[in-house]
């Protein structure tokens, strides 16, 4: 199964840019990064995705590097409500097979 | 909130006990995944069914099955139930997106609790 290596956690102030590093050491060619946080119990979330290129939406920038080996997720303006674990699974691109590993993730506590 | 919807919120049974968890997913979604998540663990893929047809197995007991059915809701059926099994149960469903990727979205979750 795919593997990825996030920091189990990290600080954060609050206004400040929190750069979340992901490590993709057995990422193929086929294979996005993802990128998903998870609020308290609540229902993982959707933030960002990208194959090779970096990528920007309204909630955060994604940096992969030229190898593919590692990503790095931004927030550019962190606010309490960031505080999450924050998970950087693989996701194949094929027809519909979705053996997703989301591993134990990064605890990002922002601080006031 | 995501358009997955999950039930029951919460399941409180014992041991032994046999439960069905339901899920619905978006609107047009084909494809239905269930997580398992511990306590202060990560999630768990148990298992992933596309337009009715299993596609994809993670680490799920024999104990435990799931279906989806013509209307595209999925069932995840745990039987035989053990202490160990208490957990919360998440559901997710995708769609195939422009760049043929599959991004998930998550529903709020069964809070199983095996006493």
């Known amino acids: 199964d795919a593997k990825t290596t996030q920091p189990p956690s990290m600080d954060c102030a609050e206004g400040r840019a929190a750069n979340l590093p992901c490590n993709h050491s057995t990422i193929s060619g086929n294979e996005y990064v993802y990128w998903y946080r998870q609020i308290h119990s609540q229902g993982p979330q959707y933030i960002i995705h990208g194959l090779k290129n970096n990528e920007t939406n309204e909630m955060a920038s994604l940096i992969i590097t030229e190898d593919r080996k590692s990503s790095t997720l931004i927030l550019p303006h962190a606010t309490l409500r960031d505080t999450a674990v924050y998970y950087c699974p693989q996701t194949p691109v094929s027809g519909g097979y979705q053996k997703v590993t989301f591993g134990t993730g990064t605890k990002l506590q922002v601080i006031p | 909130d995501s358009g997955v919807t999950q039930t029951p919120k919460h399941l409180i049974t014992a041991t032994g006990q046999r439960v069905t968890l339901r899920c619905s997913p978006r609107s047009g979604d084909l494809s239905v995944y269930w997580y398992q998540q511990s306590l202060d663990q990560g999630l768990q893929f148990l298992i992933q069914?596309?337009?009715?047809?299993?596609?994809a197995k993670g680490n799920i007991l024999e104990r435990f099955s799931a279906q989806q059915f013509p209307d595209l809701h999925s069932e995840l059926n745990l039987s035989s139930l053990e202490l160990g099994d208490s957990a919360l149960y998440f559901c997710?469903?995708?769609?195939?997106?422009?760049?043929?990727?599959?991004?998930?979205?998550f529903g709020p979750g069964t809070r199983l609790t095996v006493l």
């Open positions: 997710a469903s995708s769609a195939r997106g422009s760049r043929g990727t599959d991004t998930q979205y």
């Open positions: 069914y596309y337009n009715g047809e299993e596609r």
